[in-house]
C-alpha cells in the first residue's frame, strides 16, 4: 500500500509540475506577443481616448471589454461634427500593456466611467449614455442611477456565453493551468479591413472573464430601475449576443419609452462593422429627436 500511495504522489507531482511549466510557457508566449504589439508605450498609439468639446449636449460614449476607444473613433467624430460635446474615456488596463489589463476589475471599470461621466457634465447641460459591449452594461448601471437624457445601448452584454460564464465561475481553479484565453473571434468583425485596424487585444484571462460578469450581472440587476428613453440596437450576426439573449434584456429595460433596431451585416463591434454607417445614422437621428438643439 505504501508503494501505491508513493506511486499516486509521485504520479501527481509529475502532473503538477508539468502543469506549472505549461502556464509558464503559455504565460511567456502571450505576454511576448503583448509587448510586441505595446511597443513598451503607456497607451498603444491610436487607444488614446476622444474629448471634443462642441455646444451644451454631451454623450458619453463607453468603448467594450479588450477593446479601446478606436472601437468608437468614428461614432464620437460624427456626434461632434453634429454639435456634440463628445467624451470617450480608455477603460482601466485597456489599450495598453497586458499586464495593466490582467490588473483590472470590474470596480475600475465602473469608476472610470463614473468619472468621465462627472467630468463630462462639468461642460454641458444634457447629457446622454453610449455604450458597447460591455460599456452598453456600464451605461445601464450608470443610466440607472438617474442625471441622463437617454441612453443608447449598441450589442449591451446581458448574459456572458455559455463557455465564458464557465471560466468565470471556476477563474480561480482555472487560472492555475490556463493563465490567458483567446478572446479574439474573426465573426466579432466581419468587415476584413475594419478587423485588421482594430486595436482589441483579444487575448483575457479566467480572472477578467469573473470581473466581467459581475459588470454583466449589476447591468441586469439595474436594468428594471432605467427610467429615460433608450435605444438599443443589435446585430442578427453576433456571436457573443444571442438573438434571445437580446430580446430578454430589451425587455428588462424599464424604460416606458425604447426602441429595439437589428444589424443584418455585422457581427459584435457594430461601430466599425459592415453596418457602421447605419449605425451612425441611426444613433444620430434617435439622439437629435430625444435631446433637440437648445
Do not use: C
Not at 462627472?118 to 455604450?131: N, Q
Not at 473571434?185 to 466581419?190: E, V, W, Y
Not at 459592415?274 to 429627436?289: H, I, P, Y
Amino acid at each position: 500500500m505504501a508503494i501505491v500511495a508513493l506511486g499516486g504522489a509521485l504520479i501527481a507531482a509529475v502532473a503538477a509540475g508539468a502543469a506549472w511549466v505549461s502556464r509558464r510557457r503559455i504565460r511567456a508566449r502571450f505576454e511576448t506577443v503583448a509587448d510586441r504589439t505595446s511597443r513598451g508605450a503607456d497607451i498603444i498609439e491610436g487607444a488614446e481616448p476622444v474629448s471634443l468639446n462642441h455646444g451644451d449636449r454631451g454623450v458619453l460614449i463607453l468603448h467594450g471589454f479588450g477593446d479601446t476607444p478606436q472601437s468608437v473613433r468614428a461614432l464620437a467624430t460624427a456626434l461632434h461634427a453634429n454639435g456634440w460635446t463628445v467624451r470617450a474615456p480608455l477603460l482601466h488596463g485597456h489599450g495598453s500593456s497586458l499586464r495593466a489589463f490582467t490588473e483590472a476589475s470590474a470596480q475600475s471599470w465602473l469608476a472610470d466611467a463614473g468619472h468621465a461621466l462627472d467630468e463630462l457634465r462639468t461642460h454641458v447641460t444634457r447629457v446622454v449614455l453610449v455604450g458597447q459591449s460591455m460599456g452598453g452594461a456600464l451605461a445601464t448601471i450608470l443610466a440607472s442611477e438617474g442625471h441622463v437624457d437617454a441612453l443608447v445601448l449598441l450589442v449591451p452584454f446581458g448574459r456572458l456565453s455559455p463557455r465564458a460564464a464557465r471560466f468565470a465561475a471556476f477563474h480561480r481553479v482555472v487560472s492555475l493551468f490556463v493563465p490567458y484565453l483567446r478572446s479574439r473571434s474573426d465573426s466579432s468583425i466581419l468587415d476584413p479591413e475594419a478587423r485588421s485596424r482594430g486595436l482589441g487585444r483579444g487575448v483575457t484571462t479566467p480572472r477578467l472573464l469573473h470581473e466581467l460578469s459581475l459588470i454583466v450581472r449589476h447591468a441586469r440587476d439595474s436594468a428594471p430601475s432605467i427610467r429615460v428613453p433608450a435605444l438599443v440596437i443589435h446585430s442578427r450576426q453576433d456571436p457573443r449576443v444571442t438573438i434571445g439573449d437580446a430580446e430578454a434584456a430589451f425587455a428588462r429595460l424599464g424604460s416606458t419609452e425604447k426602441t429595439l433596431e437589428w444589424a443584418t451585416r455585422s457581427g459584435h463591434v457594430l461601430t466599425v462593422d459592415f453596418d457602421r454607417d447605419w449605425v451612425t445614422s441611426q444613433v444620430l437621428g434617435w439622439l437629435e429627436a430625444q435631446v433637440p438643439r437648445a
